[in-house]
Each structure stands twice: as C-alpha cells, then as structure tokens.
C-alpha cells in the first residue's frame, strides 16, 4: 500500500506543480470493483499512509471513492465521472485496468497490483512503463532477476546468495528459473529452498529463511 500512495501523491505533485495555493484541492479518484463495505479496508488503509505523509481529505486533498458493486460493466461510466470532475490522479482495481486504460490516456492511473502488465498491454516494460499507468507488478520474471542484478551491484564480491520462494504460483516457479539463469551468466551459484510450513506462515519469515539458506 505505501508504493500505492507514494505513487499517487507523485502523480498529484506533478500535476499540481506551480499551481496557486488559492486554487482548487488536488482530487484523486478511487474505483473499487466491489462495494463500500467491502473495499473499507483498502479504503482505509489508503487513507491512513496518505495521514502519515501529512494528506488529510478536505484540507489538503479531496478523494473521490467510486464502486462497481461487482459489475464491471460499471467501470467505464465510473471513469467517465471522474474525469467530468478533474481528477488529478486516478488509484482503481486491478480489474479495471483496461477500461481505465480506454477512459484516459492523459490523466495518471495507480495500479496497485497486477500479473503481467506488459502481457497485458499496460505497460511496454516494467522498467519504462511508457504509459500514463504505474504501480506494482508481481510479474517475479522480470524483477526477480533485476534484484539479483541489484545484489550483485550493491555487494560486488559476492560469491553465494541464498534464495528462498513459496513455489504454489506458476510464476514464482518462472522467476526462480530465471535467477538461476542470471546468476549463472555472472558466475555466481545459487542455492534454493522451499520454506518450512511455520517459516511460510510466520509474516516474519523472510529474515530466518534468508539466514537458513545460507547455512544449507
């Protein structure tokens, strides 16, 4: 969520700039594919990391929240609404990603989450998105072996790395396949391991898994 909002408040910042403080409040428009009650905690949460960087609705930002109610037909007439009101920014749900796509190609969009933007015509490339959308992507393939290339830089001498990955999505198994890859066109082995039960339910897991990939 905190990608979300940083994302969102750079789209606002940037379509703001220069503006005078006497005109109108940044809007930022929010599509939620379900209902209110439903979407109440991503709603929420939204608003809460936009209080922590110091957003707080009707007194330095106005948020305009529209729901689908589970029917996507709904999503074009929800954009087009926004857009009548100007928003400057719009943060929807991932299965509204075309239709915003088809609404705007001026006005930013925040996507949260998705599979594969590029697959699915959001994007040209996770590194250049090249569209007016951004977000995050849990496309492994592309970012799993771009974070190898990260470790590499960032440690120079680094000669082992362990790698740890829950192995039930196809795509997790894809991305492991392509460090393996990477790391073998750098000359540096890597070596795997599926988490324990406890490991993988622990939310802090990721620190012990590292720490007992390196021991193996």
């Given amino acids: 969520m905190a990608i979300v909002?940083?994302?969102?408040?750079?789209?606002?910042?940037?379509?703001?700039?220069?503006?005078?403080?006497?005109?109108?409040?940044?809007?930022?428009?929010?599509?939620f594919g379900s209902?209110?009650?439903a979407s109440k905690a991503y709603d929420q949460a939204f608003r809460d990391g936009l209080r922590e960087l110091g957003y707080v609705e009707g007194k330095n930002v106005i948020l305009l929240p529209r729901y689908a109610n589970g029917d996507s037909s709904r999503f074009p007439a929800l954009f087009a609404e926004l857009l009548a009101l100007e928003v400057n920014v719009l943060v929807i749900t991932p299965t509204a990603a075309q239709a915003a796509k088809a609404a705007t190609n001026a006005v930013p969009i925040v996507l949260p989450s998705s599979g594969d933007p590029v697959k699915e015509g959001?994007?040209?490339?996770?590194?250049?998105?090249?569209?007016?959308?951004?977000g995050h992507s849990a496309n492994m393939v592309?970012?799993?072996?771009?974070?190898?290339?990260?470790?590499?830089?960032?440690?120079?001498?680094?000669?082992?790395?362990?790698?740890?990955?829950e192995m039930r999505w196809g795509l997790v198994s894809i991305g492991l396949l392509t460090m393996l890859v990477c790391?073998?066109?750098?000359?540096?082995?890597?070596?795997?391991?599926?988490?324990?039960?406890?490991?993988?339910?622990?939310?802090g897991c990721s620190r012990a898994a590292r720490a007992a990939a390196m021991r193996r």
Avoid: Y
Wanted: proline share 8%; hydrophobic share 45%; aromatic share 2%.
């Fill in 142 to 165: 592309d970012s799993d072996s771009k974070r190898l290339e990260l470790a590499l830089e960032a440690v120079p001498h680094l000669k082992r790395l362990g790698v740890v990955m």
């Fill in 183 to 203: 790391g073998a066109s750098f000359a540096m082995p890597l070596r795997w391991r599926r988490p324990s039960p406890s490991m993988a339910r622990s939310t």
């Fill in 5 to 31: 909002v940083l994302a969102a408040l750079l789209a606002v910042a940037c379509e703001v700039a220069g503006a005078d403080e006497n005109q109108r409040l940044p809007k930022i428009g929010q599509v």
């Fill in 35 to 37: 209902n209110p009650s």
């Fill in 122 to 134: 959001l994007a040209e490339s996770l590194s250049h998105p090249g569209r007016n959308i951004t």
